[in-house]
């Protein structure tokens, strides 16, 4: 039977996996909804195509590197960093998003039990 990396961590122990802070959460999220509808005016005022898919991949990447990384520094302070890379992938991993697109992520791990 596969253990879970939770699960592995610290005496076999299943753990719960931490979360973000509070406030860090809120602050993403309105500076994702400020970002997202100065976006939206552009593309009203007829300032859209590629740049700005390419400035909502950027806005989309400054987030989920902050997310990330501020998920690796909770697994590393509970002494777990899990072996993890965050790849995007289609057209958010060719470096254009369309406003309201899903983001097509992948998770990669050494391990296939993570």
Known sequence: MKRSYTSRVKNERPI?????????????????????ERLRQKAAS????VRLAQET??????????????????????????P???????GYGRGT???GSDLDLMLVTRHDDV
Do not use: I, K, W
């Not at 719960?16 to 997202?36: G, I, K, V, W, Y």
């Not at 007829?46 to 195509?49: E, T």
């Not at 400054?62 to 002494?79: I, K, S, T, V």
């Open 16 to 36: 719960a996996p931490p979360s973000l802070p509070p406030q860090l959460t809120l602050m993403l999220r309105d500076h994702l909804r400020a970002s997202t």
């Open 46 to 49: 007829g300032r859209g195509g």
């Open 57 to 82: 991949a950027a806005l989309y990447d400054e987030l989920l590197r902050d997310c990330f990384r501020a998920a690796m520094n909770l697994h590393q302070r509970a002494g777990a960093v899990p």
């Open 84 to 90: 993890v890379a965050l790849l995007a992938v289609g």
């Open 97 to 99: 998003l369309a406003l």
